[in-house]
């Protein structure tokens, strides 16, 4: 059996042999070879470090500056519902509108505002963190080229594929930005009618009087009849006969519906005194007097049906004629 020959006097055959830089104490290749005992790690160490410096960086500077931006998105919020916007807003509505409507309009504006401030948050967000990703994966010599052609023809070919998702999505944020309608409105989308459950970027959900589920696309939205912002007129109509004395009727009709109205089930939905407005139809069967009143946003349906019966029962007790029905041939 043949032996092995002997190491050199001082030497240890048992040490594998280091790189050349691990000889010069205080670097970060000696270092990472005295840590590891890896010659790779350690004649990479300067790259490791100054590229973890320089990704560590990176990543404090985006979440610095997605910071920033949320706090200045919060105070542009806050100084839009708090501050000379809404003051200038107030001045601007009628004298009349002021006292009763200001408080609906300005909660309206401040929850609409802390709607969009969370959308514009979550997209300055990804547009930060993306750019942060980019300039790391530079760090790393990735070629980015190719990845945003890549990119950029997959998102021109979903955009033409998904051109009614695009438009959904603009609409929406568009109808964020503008408040058309929000949660616990009481719409007409064209499509449907009734109270706004949900709003979102893509898709609206509104029940309708017969508790039906209505899920309207924003892109397929082309009006929006919102009868709940600021305040809402309820109309009543009052058939009398043609020999009615229309003063006297006025009279009846506008004193019965100003006592329902000081009732505490309606006084509280009352923005403005009663308005009889006089004749406003003559039909075959008699005259319709009108009369309107301003309420809280949603009430309307409710003040009309209690002035109705009000009105109705005041007009039989003062004895004045209602329209004559003609029965027909048959009848």
């Excluded at 109205?261 to 139809?281: F, H, W, Y």
Aim: include cysteine; proline fraction near 5%.
């Amino acid at each position: 059996m043949t032996s092995l020959p002997s190491p050199a006097p001082g030497q240890n055959s048992l040490l594998p042999e280091q790189p050349m830089c691990a000889a010069d104490p205080g670097t970060w290749c000696s270092r990472f070879y005295q840590w590891t005992n890896n010659d790779f790690l350690a004649q990479s160490a300067d790259a490791i470090v100054s590229k973890t410096l320089t990704i560590t960086l990176i990543v404090i500077v985006a979440l610095l500056a997605r910071a920033l931006i949320h706090r200045a998105i919060t105070r542009l919020i806050e100084g839009a519902t708090n501050g000379a916007v809404s003051r200038l807003v107030r001045s601007r509505a009628p004298m009349r509108l002021r006292n009763s409507t200001a408080p609906l309009i300005s909660q309206r504006r401040a929850q609409r505002a802390r709607t969009v401030g969370s959308v514009l948050r979550s997209m300055t967000s990804a547009i930060v963190l993306l750019v942060a990703a980019v300039m790391i994966l530079a760090e790393f010599n990735v070629a980015l080229g190719p990845i945003l052609a890549s990119a950029g023809i997959v998102g021109v070919a979903i955009g033409f594929g998904a051109q009614n998702l695009v438009r959904d999505f603009l609409s929406g944020m568009f109808m964020l930005l503008e408040d058309q309608y929000g949660v616990g409105d009481i719409v007409d989308l064209g499509a449907a009618t009734g109270t706004v459950e949900a709003v979102g970027l893509r898709i609206t959900t509104i029940r309708d009087l017969k508790g039906t589920v209505w899920y309207v696309r924003n892109g397929e939205i082309q009006r929006v009849g919102n009868m709940s912002q600021g305040f809402a007129v309820a109309v009543v109509d009052v058939p009398v006969g043609y020999s009615v004395d229309t003063a006297a009727a006025t009279e009846v009709a506008g004193k019965a519906a100003t006592e329902r109205l000081e009732q505490e089930d309606l006084a509280g939905d009352v923005l403005e005194p009663p308005e009889v407005l006089g004749v406003d139809r003559v039909t075959n069967e008699g005259l319709t007097l009108r009369l309107t009143v301003r309420v809280s946003p949603g009430r309307q349906w409710a003040v009309q049906r209690a002035l109705n019966a009000a009105i109705a029962d005041a007009l039989d007790e003062a004895g004045i004629p209602r329209p004559l029905v003609f029965a027909g041939p048959n009848g």
